[in-house]
């Protein structure tokens, strides 16, 4: 059962919630309040719940108590150590939280990006170790380059732990410094400063529908659709895009990487009978006239889709050797003879003509031998 | 299922109204479906809170975090209202009054909930006891709801600002820190049988059914 103690408290601790650096020592005293009727004698110290051995205690008064400590570990956590008075029965007169550990040491590694111009955000990292045993607080801030006044980030924490986020206010075509200061109870430290064109950093949203669908019952090819991110019509830039797509079974993915400015593309040389998953992503180029790239947007989220699988039995049917040579000349006749019947005029002769054609071969050719 | 979570959430949603709102949430609830209501909310909370509590000890270390730890209490920082009442006398008050130490414990132990130490701790420690916040807040207004469908006024005015003295020194406010969580346990553990209690007493509401066809 607890007891409510009186109004003056039992006991004083010095030095109270003290900061100390990895590896020093301290005396502590613990001061029984004359009301409690307690002697040097009838006290004893624990640290974080475990007691402390009496040959490092001495009795400085006839109330009085004092214990030294050596060579202090970091603290075991960030509220601080907890130094404890106790009477002779256990019970709690005074508490110290100690507070052990080093200073912080420079964030580093601090990488911007804005997106469509219209925010920054950045992330750093730690200084070496990171570890610092106490709690650190991080400060982003900035300014203009040519104009003096500092201007502190907010929005912490927003693409990580080591993260901020300036919503507003930005100017472009004109550089910015950027630092992070970081501090604790034993000190600060500033990392280097990062200077930045806002418009050197734009990012954008990655294309949206993203569809992958068949061509038509080709086996080795899909055909990759996307809408351009809708930053795109607001803004003077230009948008290039990268494919890439994977097996559904393999973590190996493929990189398209000349798609150019088109929002569709086809994959072609794929295996027939196999889901693939695709992501699209785009770069803002061409900003306000300029040849710089910007930052990658993320992948758009996966689109699966199978190519078909031929239901001719493997090794069935092809012809082989010299028969092949008049397969080919049959097949193009017939082509050229369904060509002058379905296309009008050599403007429409393409190779989505020629696919519809195979497409039709292919239809044909199993009622063929259903037959 | 999560029927009640949605209804902490719309009623810690709609808090940010003026107008207390509790009344619109639960006036079509019928008295018995929104004492199960709170009952379910205190249950929750207890179960939330094991985890807070285990958590925020740890940050707090030893001896905080140890089963058996007891620390005295300082009269000069009652702040916290407490749990540990004669049981008798907690059974002999009527079901208002009961209610109204409920509404009232439970809102400046929320006041004092959002004052712990929001700077240090760990993002997930910071996460976890804005969420419990937010559920308290749920359970403070569906005490409301259950006392207006009784038909009871509502204990008067917001709870008295936390006059009382801040903690003079980091140890003794870990001290009130460990006493706050070990209040609120209490608290809840004691309103779940004051709930399940009521439950008994209020006749079952008509409206159950038309609660079903809502999918509530």
Known sequence: PSFVSPAADPAVISPQDPTLLIGSSLVAT???SPDFHLKAEDLYWTLNGRRLPAASYAALGPTTLSVALARLNGSKQQSGDNLVCH??????????????GLPPEKPVNITCWSKNMKDLTCKWAPGTEGETFLHTNYTLKYKLRWYGRDNTCQEYHTAGPYSCHIPKDLALFTPYEIWVEASNRLGVAVSDVVMLDILDVVTTDPPSDVHVSRVGDLEDQLSVRWSSPPALKDFLFQAKYQIQYRVEDSSEWKVVDDVGNQTSCRLAGLRPGTVYFVQVRCNPFGIYGSKKAGIWSDWSNPTAASTPRSERAAGG????????NTTLRRELKQFFGWVKKHAYGCSNLGIKLYDQWRVWLQKSHKTRNQV | GDSWGIFTFLCA???NLP???ALNCTEELGAGQSIQKTYDLTRYLEHQLRTLAGTYLNYLGPPFNEPDFNPPRLARVERVPS????????RGLTDNARLAANYRAYSRLLCYLRALDGQAGTAELRHRLGHFCSSLQGLVLSIAGVMSSLGYPLPAGPPAPPGTPVASNDFLKKMDDFWLLKELQTWLWRSAKDFNRLKKKVPPAVVTLRLEARGF
């Open chain 1, 317 to 324: 049917c092809d012809p082989k050797g010299g028969e092949q």
């Open chain 2, 83 to 90: 749990a540990t009442v004669d049981l008798d006398l907690w």
């Open chain 1, 87 to 100: 009477s002779r029965d256990g019970g709690i007169l005074a508490g110290s939280c100690l507070y052990v």
């Open chain 2, 19 to 21: 107008a207390l709102p």
């Open chain 2, 13 to 15: 949603a709609l808090c």
């Open chain 1, 30 to 32: 613990c001061t029984v």
